[in-house]
């Protein structure tokens, strides 16, 4: 369909003009198409010249015709022959058949209607409205010239058949202005839009994607309120940690889980839960089973006949930490707990002193090189019964202990017997029994015999050990013998002799 007033394109069926707005249908359309014929262009062009210039009116209305643009290059001069009709043509125009107009041009509708753009009240507008003087459409950026009609505006209905019309200025989605119409208020701008034709395929398929989109959006939200609600996936574990122990479990089987008690030593409340496996707020199942770790008092373990290592692991178990070891003598054996304080069963925190005493052996004190008195003192205090045994040593003093049996260091019961080994010189002894014989013999009065003589002990003088079990010795004596029954004196001088011993310390032989 041609736009009669811009000669533009448009689709079967439009109301207006794509390029220019110009109405398509209706009495405005038949008017304008009928009024772009030679003989109205220039019955137009006549009434608009005034009186004055009546006589140049022919010479007017060819400048006129001669200043159109070139869109109007196909106009018939008035002077020329009318071209005869040709197929497909209305003809010439027929005055009669044209439809009453009683309004101006541009204040009509599609179907001639007249109407008022004005603002109501406005006077102006309304006796422009019943002004019936044909209007010719102006450009706005040129001025008329004077003497001259101006056919600017108009378009020719009846073109050339090799006529190629100008090339569309819009597309698809583009927008145009109005012209604003002289003397009138600016009008808010309008956007037209032509429709696409993609868009009105496609509108199913976005109702479709809307829809299933809405469908999503409700099925997530319903899915989210119900896992909220535990009406699927669960429930979710309260958290019990810090209440008692009947508590706990009261919450936890009201939910629907089952509850595993577990003990654990503490210096809090006892009774009250610590921890819980799984953590509060985990999703569980219905039926699935949750640990709870209740608080319990320490107390001190039974410890009186258990190895030592054993003990230490359990208070170490328990929580413990200000533990001591002691020893004492004992025949148990050895490394077995003997006593514990506080004693056992007795509540106590972490950091209480507890006390372990753990048997050791009995075993020999060294005892060497000292007195058997002080090697008998020690061997008493350690609960032992010292026994002395002389040993014959010349290497050291006299009395002096060498040893003992068992070994120093050796391990023994208690009230054992412990033999002391004490350090005996032979000589010493010896020599003592030899003092001690000779001595007794001068106070008795008796003779002794040395070489086959006999002589009366005045003093003893020396005594001397000379091994082998021999002591020798020098006396004072005088000799004595018997003539005719008469006892007889020698002068007193010194006699030296030896004595040989037996191992018991009696006297073998005196020469």
Known sequence: MICPNCQSDNKEGAKFCNECGFPLTGRMAAVAAASTSDATLRSIAADEVPEDDAVDAPEAADAATDGLDPDFEGVVSADEPAP????????????????????????????????????????????????????????????????????????????????????????PGDTMEMPRIEGQAAPKQKEFRAPDANQKKGGKGKIVAIV????????GAAAGVTYYLELW?????????????????????????????????????EGVVLLMDPTAGAREETGSEVTIHVSEARTVPEAVGKQRDEVAAQLEKDGFDNVTFVTEKSDEHEGLVL??????????????????????????????NKTWDEASKLLQDEGYEPVASYVYDESVAPGTVLGTDPAAGAKA?????????????????LEQAALSYLGGVQGSGEPITIGGTAYLVESVDAVKYEGNETTSFTITGKAVTSLDGETVYGSSKQKSGAIVWTSDNAIASIS
């Open 233 to 269: 996936g669960g429930k979710m574990l309260p958290d019990v940690v810090g209440m008692t122990q009947s508590d706990a479990v009261y919450v936890l089987e009201s939910k629907g889980f089952a509850v595993h008690e577990e003990k654990i030593k503490s210096d809090d409340t």
């Open 84 to 171: 005869a009709d040709e197929p497909g043509t209305s003809g010439p125009l027929d005055r009669s058949s044209l439809p009453a107009i009683d309004v101006a041009g541009v204040n009509v509708d599609e179907n001639g209607n007249a109407f008022d753009f004005s603002s109501v009240g406005d006077d102006e507008a309304a006796r422009a409205a019943d002004d019936l003087t044909p209007f010719v459409p102006r450009r706005p950026d040129e001025e008329p010239v004077s003497g001259r009609s101006d056919f600017s505006g108009f378009d020719e209905c009846l073109v050339d058949a090799g006529y190629v019309p100008p090339k569309k200025s819009w597309g």
């Open 339 to 368: 006593g514990i304080v506080p004693e056992a069963g007795s509540k106590a925190k972490a950091n209480t002193e507890i006390t372990v005493t753990v048997a050791v052996p009995y075993t020999v004190p060294d005892v060497a």
């Open 212 to 219: 299933l989109i809405c469908l999503l959006a409700v099925g």
């Open 413 to 429: 019961d208690s009230g054992s017997t412990v033999t002391v080994s004490i350090a005996l010189s032979r000589a010493s002894e």
